[in-house]
Nanobody
Framework: LQLVESVGGQVQPGGSLRLSCTTS????????IFWSRQDPRKAFEGISC????????SYSDYVKGRFTLSRDNAKNTVYLQMNNRKTTDTVVYSC?????????????????????????WGQGTQVTVDS
């Protein structure tokens, strides 16, 4: 059930970048697709999730209003559009299948959380935000 992320790259602060998450081995129908970010200096952090059953989306407060999820059924692909990039967005992004999109408030901030049933993370893709 492992997914594959597109190649990241470098973008200037305030710029935009779109990542994709896909697989040729099974259909994404019926799954939630979860995106995470990981900074080597910090723990893993969930950022967004799309439930393919009803196309509902969830975002952490950190990316809400800047990142947007979409899905292309014909290409069996989920896209993460990242706008208004910040230097703190310089991290590795990964995607994985999950059974649900869970969102919760922790320490006053909204977070997207993976369930215990999430699939293996993709190998991840590095995105650098730098002028």
């Amino acid at each position: 059930l492992q997914l594959v992320e597109s190649v990241g790259g470098q973008v200037q602060p305030g710029g935009s970048l779109r990542l994709s998450c896909t697989t040729s081995k099974f259909s994404l129908d019926g799954y939630a697709i979860f995106w995470s970010r990981q900074d080597p200096r910090k723990a893993f952090e969930g950022i967004s999730c799309i439930d393919t059953r009803d196309e509902s989306t969830s975002y952490s407060d950190y990316v809400k209003g800047r990142f947007t999820l979409s899905r292309d059924n014909a290409k069996n692909t989920v896209y993460l559009q990242m706008n208004n990039r910040k230097t703190t967005d310089t991290v590795v992004y990964s995607c994985a299948t999950d059974m649900i999109c869970a969102w919760s408030v922790i320490a006053g901030q909204g977070h997207v959380l993976p369930s215990s049933q999430h699939g293996p993370w993709g190998q991840g893709t590095q995105v650098t935000v730098d002028s």
